[in-house]
């Protein structure tokens, strides 16, 4: 069981929005803005799409942002495209000896 | 353009050691104030930080895997490396290496992917 929980699935028509959520603990999500999100396509390594819960690394599209509230952290991919189909990890740090954790991963699916 | 390269056997028995390296082009691994570590995903599974180390030496480590695990670096060959021992069948993975920017969930440049098989 991943230490921060997120959907198994979220799918949506291309051009909708979709927003993923990543529920953790106080003590990570909920303590630090150290939340980074990856995409993830099959066979290739995952790609950082948002750090520091909202920056978006130079050459991300500004579909793509990100938020928290509490003990809980969103992605949201807007104007949904078909290249967006793909898995999304969330990873948070905790500053205890765990250091780092990830979610369990969320497949999003462009119908 | 900082790139990062993976080798090593994609084959393990049980009850050996899976070793990987990774080699870094385009940049020191010794510049800039970050750490090198190693994600793993089995399959079917999510991503688990496995560990970091610092050029100098410093390391941290998943607690859950901490008793097994060795990263270490040679930065006269711009490489660090991993070492897992006493492998099973569910330490069968695919293996990445990445920068990871200290204090953070931040892994910016990332490996290709090793997918190391644990089985006889």
């Known amino acids: 069981q991943s230490a921060l929980t997120q959907p198994a699935s979220v799918s949506a028509s291309p051009g909708q929005s979709i927003s993923i959520s990543c529920t953790g603990t106080?003590?990570?999500?909920?303590?630090?803005?150290?939340v980074s999100w990856y995409q993830h396509h099959p066979g290739k390594a995952p790609k950082l799409m948002i750090y520091?819960?909202?920056n978006r690394p130079s050459g991300v599209s500004d579909r793509f942002s990100g938020s928290k509230s509490g003990n809980t952290a969103s992605l949201t991919i807007s104007g949904l495209q078909a290249e967006d189909e793909a898995d999304y990890y969330c990873?948070?740090?905790?500053?205890?000896?765990?250091?780092?954790?990830f979610g369990g991963g969320t497949k999003v699916t462009v119908l | 353009h900082l790139q990062l390269q993976q080798s090593g056997p994609g084959l393990v028995k049980p009850s050996e050691t899976l070793s990987l390296t990774c080699t870094v082009s385009?940049?020191?691994?010794?510049?800039?104030?970050?750490?090198w570590g190693w994600i793993r995903q089995p399959p079917g599974k999510g991503l688990e930080w496995i560990g970091s180390?610092?050029?100098?030496?410093?390391?941290f480590y998943n607690p859950s895997l901490e008793s097994r695990i060795t990263i270490s670096v040679d930065t006269s060959k711009n490489q660090f490396s991993l070492k897992l021992t006493s492998v099973t069948a569910a330490d069968t993975a695919v293996y990445y290496c990445?920068?990871?920017?200290?204090?953070?969930?931040?892994?910016?440049?990332w490996g290709q992917g090793s997918l190391v098989t644990v089985s006889s």
């Open positions: 990873s948070s740090y905790t500053g205890s000896s765990t250091h780092v954790v």
């Open positions: 385009g940049g020191s691994i010794s510049s800039g104030n970050y750490y």
């Open positions: 520091e819960v909202t």
């Open positions: 106080r003590t990570d999500v909920g303590t630090y803005d150290y």
């Open positions: 180390l610092f050029y100098s030496g410093g390391t």
């Open positions: 990445a920068r990871h920017a200290p204090v953070s969930a931040l892994f910016d440049y």
